[in-house]
Every structure is written in C-alpha cells, then in structure tokens.
Nanobody, 125 residues
Framework: QVQLIESGGGLVQAGGSLRLSCAAS????????MGWFRQAPGKEREFVAT????????YYADSVKGRFTISRDNAKITVYLQMNSLKPEDTAVYYC??????????????????WGQGTQVTVSS
C-alpha cells in the first residue's frame, strides 16, 4: 500500500509564498504521475497541477498558471508545489495524488489511485 505524506502547508499573507511537498512511502512505487488538487470550504475539490514522471510534462489549472510551479524528485519519489504570489482565494486544503498506471485523466480526480491526507493552506488578505 502506497502512502502519500504531505508537508509544507501553513498561514501566509497575500503575495507570499509556500512550498508543498509530497513523498510516496513505497520505495518501489512505479509512478506515472503525481499532482495536486485543492478543496476550499463549501466547494468541490479541484485540479491544481500535475507532472508526469517519465517525461516531466506539466499541466496547470488556469487559475494558478504563472504563479505555481510543480516539480519532482525521481529518486525520492517526491513532488513539490512552489506557490508564489498567493491570493486569499488560494486558501484551501491541498491534496497530493498519485497514479501508477497510465492515466488519460490527469486533470480529474478519477485519474488517480492514491491520495494524501491533505495540508491546509491559508492566505490572509
């Protein structure tokens, strides 16, 4: 069983930065892609960003493009989300997700098989 362990959430002022990390616990986890989703209070969980493991291809939600950067460390099976120019509307619980099989739905929750517990990001105005 693969566990995804997130870290790096917290409270930051608008315009500030945070870096989220997510590490897969299994040493032999054959990753196809890892990504981030978020869920704000009263809203549905939404796609933020994802990265494919072999080619490093990245995809972003329009709302974070140009402000957030997703990256990976293959050896550590870890994905990072660097969040800059944060806005109050970025406030949410951020969830890490991973998939080992080939997935064509990387912008959808259904495209992932493993999920982290979530980490809170709060941006004050």
């Amino acid at each position: 069983q693969v566990q995804l362990i997130e870290s790096g959430g917290g409270l930051v002022q608008a315009g500030g930065s945070l870096r989220l990390s997510c590490a897969a616990s299994a040493r032999t986890f054959s990753t196809y892609a890892m990504g981030w989703f978020r869920q704000a209070p009263g809203k549905e969980r939404e796609f933020v960003a994802t990265i494919t493991w072999r080619t490093g291809t990245t995809y972003y939600a329009d709302s974070v493009k140009g402000r957030f950067t997703i990256s990976r460390d293959n050896a550590k099976i870890t994905v990072y989300l660097q969040m800059n120019s944060l806005k109050p509307e970025d406030t949410a619980v951020y969830y890490c997700a991973a998939v080992a099989r080939t997935s064509a739905y990387l912008r959808s929750q259904s495209g992932y098989d493993y999920w982290g517990q979530g980490t809170q990001v709060t941006v004050s105005s």
